[in-house]
């Protein structure tokens, strides 16, 4: 389970990794946080004129991410 507290700090002291400026659903980015006991979490989100559209939030599979959690693998 993530916490609402962990995402807001993910989003406010974390670091774009992806950016997705052609998502079917408009500008959207992925960001690298860190939760509880620093444990990595990302952020989908998307800005919009008067607020900040989550659409979801994980703890990234190390299966999956490389660098930190910076880099998918490439599979």
Same mark, same amino acid.
């Given at each position: 389970m993530i916490?609402? +507290?962990?995402?807001r700090l993910a989003i406010?002291?974390?670091e774009v990794i992806e950016n997705y400026p052609?998502? %079917?659903?408009?500008h959207?980015?992925?960001?690298l946080g860190?939760?509880?006991? +620093?444990?990595?979490i990302h952020v989908v989100c998307a800005p919009k004129e008067d607020y900040?559209?989550?659409?979801? %939030?994980y703890v990234p599979d190390e299966n999956c991410w490389c660098n930190?959690?910076?880099t998918r693998r490439k599979l």
């Open positions: 916490t609402t +507290a962990e995402v406010e002291h974390g052609e998502d %079917a659903r408009g959207s980015c992925l960001i860190y939760g509880k006991s +620093a444990r990595a900040l559209a989550i659409i979801t %939030a930190g959690f910076r």
